[in-house]
């Protein structure tokens, strides 16, 4: 049934974006847009507007425009991130710098977040909403780029990193569904929780699935970011875990280029130092504190099966 | 008295700045606005803001949050149009990515759009309207780079692209201004046309003093723009006629490496094609355009010396 529900309002949102993307000038400022849109994906910022809104008894069909602005934005910051991370693929298919060049990802995108406000401005104080979580997503790229090559960093400092790149949109999406329906102001602050948790556990679940998940399942090569020396919260506390214990070999594998770096035996001192049921425990403890928050909100247990669902979804991810 | 009154309003445009810089964390997504929003400026669109509510009798301090909105919107412009075009100075100080690097031009830039918006959505009317210059500056832009290079493009494309380049936001400025102080629709279209016709004049200007203007007072290398073989109204019309009466020399110039070409040979030829002249005819048609724009709007004369003042600003600059 929720499945159901799921399925139902991420369809929905499919034949927006395709009718928005079919109303697209075909010219140089809109085409990457289009291309960028087009790549499958599965819509959990929109839909999360559509879910949020739907629980507090409002029409997803009346929240659609505001769904679509939650997923043009989600796709400027992919186009200029990916120009930030020098990344070639998106998805497998080249991006949008790569494809065309920088100056017009840098353009394209701007062009799409200024459409992005064209769906979200019919109310002030969501547009306010917005802005300030579009604002969190910005601080989080900044931060991320800060955190690059630091070796200092703490797990912390990581969190508060993926909060606000990853956790802080989706969160936002829901808090703005909550408002469209009028929904009371505590319950609005608990979805905004839930969303936050789940966002965080999402990442969490992501950074482990790249080191330990089985690379035919997640479709990318195993430990793909240890090869990389990026800073996840399973390099960081490995790291603290090591010095702690004088254990010396995963420095030693990062101060190798990344191609002579030998993964394996990165992952398997991972094991040993037991991060990875730490990592684990950590996404257990913030899927937890998600529910708890959706517990919260006040309205019948029965109509948050979707949300649960859209949990499970995101978290429930086999090895 | 006019004279005063614009005065006046950069002063509390400049203030008005002054404590929104000072209220800026200090780190590294937010110290290029700083820098940018710091360095010397006219502060025309902004002004514009205050002097358009003010024509229609609205207190211009309940406007100024928008006319900070609008020149956030211009310093973001500024930051990723100085990327796509290499530019190294920005009135002979670095650019932001010159000075901090691509990067970190590109999301501090977003990070300022997002702040733009943050203060210009009060009204949805009004951030409607703001989307819908924002998105003609970046075509403007858009079509600026996918004329660099062309051969084929006419005056007409030219004119198009400076009109979405530099006037839409002048006009957008004097149109957000008059509808905060609900002025009748009629009138905010005058105001509006009067702010294109103005920035059409302005940029066409701008292209005659970097050609024919005495350096000492531009403040800049003269042929600048020839040397750069940019196509501006005037290389562009200079080359039909040549092209008509089979006139080689500015074709032969244009062949040539930048450094090699003799712009003083390229400023003779255009002198004698008459193209000049006929720069300052199209200047003066838009300028007068304009004025006329002003006229139709109907409160009394007197209270549009102000913007009248703007326009004398803007366009009286000697050679």
Redesign the interface.
């Known amino acids: 049934m929720s499945d159901a529900t799921l399925a139902a309002h991420r369809a929905r949102i499919e034949r927006r974006i395709a009718s928005w993307v079919a109303g697209l000038p075909d010219?140089?400022?809109h085409a990457p847009m289009a291309y960028l849109l087009g790549l499958p994906a599965k819509r959990v910022r929109p839909a999360a507007v559509l879910l949020a809104a739907e629980l507090f008894g409002h029409d997803p069909d009346a929240v659609l425009d505001e769904a679509l602005a939650i997923e043009l934005f989600h796709n400027?910051t992919l186009m200029?991130d990916d120009?930030?991370d020098r990344a070639p693929l998106r998805r497998g298919m080249p991006t949008v710098h790569t494809r065309w060049n920088?100056?017009t990802a840098?353009?394209s995108?701007?062009?799409l977040?200024?459409?992005a406000?064209?769906l979200m401005?019919?109310?002030?104080d969501v547009?306010?909403v917005f802005?300030?979580h579009?604002?969190g997503v910005?601080?989080g790229?900044?931060l991320d780029?800060?955190l690059e090559g630091r070796d200092d960093a703490g797990v912390a400092a990581y969190m508060e990193m993926i909060r606000l790149k990853t956790a802080v949109l989706l969160s936002g999406a829901l808090r703005i569904g909550a408002i469209l329906a009028d929904a009371p102001a505590a319950d609005v602050e608990h979805i905004a929780a839930f969303g936050e948790h789940l966002g965080l556990a999402f990442q969490l679940r992501d950074d482990l699935l790249d080191a330990f998940g089985d690379p035919d399942k997640v479709g990318k090569q195993r430990g793909g970011d240890l090869r990389a020396g990026k800073r996840t919260f399973l390099l960081i506390r490995a790291l603290e875990h090591s010095d702690a214990r004088g254990r010396t070999e995963l420095r030693e594998e990062l101060r190798r280029s990344t191609e002579a770096r030998d993964v394996d035996r990165m992952l398997r001192v991972l094991g040993e130092l037991g991060v990875e049921a730490e990592a684990v425990a950590e996404v257990e403890r913030h899927h937890a504190l998600a529910l708890t928050a959706l517990e919260a909100i006040a309205v019948p247990a029965a109509r948050k099966a979707p949300l649960r669902r859209l949990a499970h979804d995101l978290l429930g991810r086999t090895r």
């Open positions: 010219d140089g400022l400027f200029h120009i930030m920088v100056n840098i353009l995108g701007d062009a977040l200024v459409k406000y064209q401005a019919r109310r002030p547009s306010a802005s300030a579009a604002l910005c601080q790229q900044q780029m800060d």
